[in-house]
């Protein structure tokens, strides 16, 4: 199976969907099918306005063509709906082929963060984007269910996984052991609501690792907190380890690979009571849920960290891409 999945988000940048995307990429590699991607890198580019560090593909539907011809595949999937999503969409329709689609990011609800765009103009562009579609991957039943009621079709349920290889227990305490360490991982932008957790009055250190347009306004405002820029890799698995908590106070994400990534280290989660990472947790002692955050790290902080560990073995790479593949078999049978 030879799939061309085109995706506006991917390297340089590091957000949830790159990492979905990378290691969906290398597990479908190890079943024996084959992704080739389309990128941004592919386009002329421009910084993005809202975050100038990440690139935004021009709309050039015949440097796509061009691009296309050069490649043999079977099927199409569409990751995201930026210029890269949007162009191979109508190539797509104009040659009459089939394609599915896959729902990462709760964008309407960002937009209506950072501009005055209603909410409803977006999830309408979105049931535009995604209509024509033989299917569309959700990560979470809530969602799923959320944006059934909006009127989209053709719901699929995809998971996501974590790779226990890197991400694992640590006996590694990289910001000392006096007082607990409470740790943010992700983007530094309005809508990760970064500011929620380092406005809490706890003991200890707050640790931030991360980037973004909120990075120079977060450090000046709150210089107590230790900024680490990104890490990846083994770096990033020890800060998770190193922490006593992660907290995660983002009310839009509509999954969260940094809880599932923290928990595999054996760090529980605090967080608001949110679908996203309902979905993550499903009820699990892993987790510590509350409108007031500062009760939800409290309680996190006497959670068992080798279940949180146990916990997470149960989300497998392997069968997220399984899943993948067959979502995108079952779909085209019918064609």
Not at 13 to 22: A, P, S, Y
Not at 75 to 100: K, N, P, W
């Given at each position: 199976?030879?799939?061309?999945?085109?995706?506006?988000?991917?390297?340089?940048?590091?957000?949830?969907?790159?990492?979905?995307?990378?290691?969906?990429?290398?597990?479908?590699?190890?079943?024996g099918s084959e992704?080739?991607?389309?990128?941004?890198?592919?386009?002329?580019?421009?910084?993005?306005?809202?975050?100038?560090?990440?690139?935004?593909?021009?709309?050039?539907?015949?440097?796509?063509?061009?691009?296309?011809?050069?490649?043999?595949?079977?099927?199409?999937?569409?990751?995201?709906?930026?210029?890269?999503?949007?162009?191979?969409?109508?190539?797509?329709?104009?040659?009459?082929?089939?394609?599915?689609?896959?729902?990462?990011?709760?964008?309407?609800?960002?937009?209506?963060?950072?501009?005055?765009?209603?909410?409803?103009?977006?999830?309408?562009?979105?049931?535009?984007?995604?209509?024509?579609?033989?299917?569309?991957?959700?990560?979470?039943?809530?969602?799923?269910?959320?944006?059934?009621?909006?009127?989209?079709?053709?719901?699929?349920?995809?998971?996501?996984?974590?790779?226990?290889?890197?991400?694992?227990?640590?006996?590694?305490?990289?910001?000392?052991?006096?007082?607990?360490?409470?740790?943010?991982?992700?983007?530094?932008?309005?809508?990760?609501?970064?500011?929620?957790?380092?406005?809490?009055?706890?003991?200890?250190?707050?640790?931030?690792?991360?980037?973004?347009?909120?990075?120079?306004?977060?450090?000046?405002?709150?210089?107590?907190?230790?900024?680490?820029?990104?890490?990846?890799?083994?770096?990033?698995?020890?800060?998770?380890?190193?922490?006593?908590?992660?907290?995660?106070?983002?009310?839009?994400?509509?999954?969260?690979?940094?809880?599932?990534?923290?928990?595999?280290?054996?760090?529980?989660?605090?967080a608001y009571p949110?679908?996203?990472?309902?979905?993550?947790?499903?009820?699990?002692?892993?987790?510590?849920?509350?409108?007031?955050?500062?009760?939800?790290?409290?309680?996190?902080?006497?959670?068992?960290?080798?279940?949180?560990?146990?916990?997470?073995?149960?989300?497998?790479?392997?069968?997220?891409?399984?899943?993948?593949?067959?979502?995108?078999?079952?779909?085209?049978?019918?064609?």
């Open positions: 199976m030879k799939i061309l999945l085109g995706t506006d988000a991917w390297h340089p940048q590091i957000n949830g969907v790159v990492r979905t995307l990378e290691s969906l990429c290398r597990e479908v590699s190890k079943l992704i080739y991607l389309v990128t941004p890198a592919n386009f002329r580019t421009f910084p993005s306005p809202a975050n100038r560090t990440v690139r935004l593909a021009l709309f050039q539907p015949r440097r796509l063509l061009r691009i296309l011809r050069s490649l043999s595949f079977d099927y199409v999937h569409i990751a995201t709906e930026g210029a890269v999503g949007l162009m191979l969409r109508q190539y797509c329709l104009d040659a009459g082929s089939h394609f599915t689609t896959s729902y990462h990011t709760r964008l309407p609800e960002c937009v209506a963060l950072q501009t005055p765009i209603p909410q409803s103009w977006v999830y309408r562009f979105e049931r535009w984007f995604h209509g024509p579609a033989l299917g569309t991957m959700v990560h979470s039943p809530s969602l799923s269910v959320e944006l059934s009621s909006k009127g989209f079709r053709n719901l699929l349920p995809w998971c996501r996984g974590v790779d226990r290889q890197l991400f694992s227990p640590r006996k590694d305490r990289r910001y000392g052991d006096t007082g607990p360490v409470y740790l943010y991982v992700g983007r530094l932008t309005v809508e990760k609501n970064v500011a929620d957790f380092l406005e809490l009055g706890l003991p200890g250190k707050k640790v931030v690792v991360g980037d973004g347009p909120l990075l120079r306004r977060l450090r000046y405002r709150y210089p107590e907190a230790i900024f680490t820029g990104w890490l990846t890799g083994d770096a990033l698995a020890s800060a998770y380890s190193s922490a006593d908590v992660l907290v995660f106070p983002s009310k839009t994400d509509v999954f969260s690979n940094v809880a599932l990534e923290a928990l595999a280290c054996g760090t529980p989660v605090a949110v679908p996203g990472i309902v979905d993550v947790t499903r009820g699990a002692p892993v987790c510590a849920l509350s409108e007031n955050l500062t009760l939800a790290v409290e309680a996190a902080l006497t959670l068992d960290r080798q279940a949180c560990s146990e916990f997470a073995v149960a989300f497998s790479p392997r069968i997220v891409a399984q899943q993948f593949l067959d979502h995108i078999r079952q779909v085209h049978s019918g064609c």
